[in-house]
């Protein structure tokens, strides 16, 4: 697969440098401790950013070794308070299990079918998909929507609409109706006027952006 705008990767890593843009255009204007509080911020957003890719690129294991890496997959779409994710439900194993996945294309019209599973990379309909997160044994909490039996004929031109930069933007932007809040918090505490208020602002609204992107949001 290749590594252009389609990679299932492209949105958060996109997301993740606009993170930083942003606390970089604003740390030349704060002070020494308002600096330091960005650079822990800028830090965080790396620290966890490179965890997440280091599971979905198999330099970590998302599950725990397995001798039967063959199973029986199907997607499922969550949909928890303002974010959705796509999982893969996972069976042949003993019980369930779900892992979730960055968004692909792919996984729009995928039904239940056998994917191949070891401890760091999972294969799915000819195709690898990226986990974002660890394999888990309970159910993720929701509102959990199975995928069609059959494939859907429209999918492709839904696909091309969901996943375009500004609409994925827009839906990940929700969670940001919490960044004035703890703007308010940080004026509070460390002091200031609008400016720093604005800085705030902007800084933690780029941060839930990104949180939101670097967990696999699905945009469909």
Avoid at 6 to 33: E, K, N, Q, R
Avoid at 51 to 77: D, E, H, K, Q
Avoid at 85 to 108: I, M
Avoid at 125 to 142: F, H, I, K, Q, T
Wanted: charged share 15%; glycine share 10%; aromatic share 8%.
């Amino acid at each position: 697969m290749s590594s252009g705008p389609g990679h299932p990767l492209a949105y958060p890593i996109t997301v993740t440098i606009g993170a930083l843009a942003v606390c970089a255009a604003w740390a030349p204007f704060g002070t020494l401790d308002q600096v330091a509080a960005i650079a822990a911020v800028a830090l965080g957003v790396c620290g966890y950013t490179g965890y997440r890719l280091a599971l979905a690129f198999g330099i970590l294991r998302f599950r725990r070794p397995s001798t039967a890496p063959t199973v029986r997959v199907a997607r499922i779409r969550q949909q928890h308070r303002l974010v959705g994710r796509s999982w893969l439900e996972v069976g042949g194993t003993g019980r369930p299990r779900w892992v979730p996945v960055y968004f692909d294309p792919a996984l729009v019209n995928l039904t239940e079918t056998e994917g191949e599973l070891t401890d760091r990379t999972i294969h799915v309909a000819g195709r690898r998909l990226y986990p974002s997160g660890r394999m888990r044994d309970v159910e993720p909490p929701g509102r959990l929507i199975d995928n069609p039996s059959r494939p859907d004929p429209g999918a492709p031109a839904h696909v091309a609409k969901a996943t375009r930069l500004r609409r994925r933007l827009l839906l990940d932007s929700q969670s940001t109706v919490a960044a004035p809040i703890a703007a308010l918090l940080w004026v509070y505490l460390d002091g200031g006027g609008f400016s720093v208020f604005l800085a705030a602002t902007t800084i933690a609204a780029a941060c839930t952006i990104w949180l939101s992107a670097v967990q696999g949001s699905d945009p469909t």
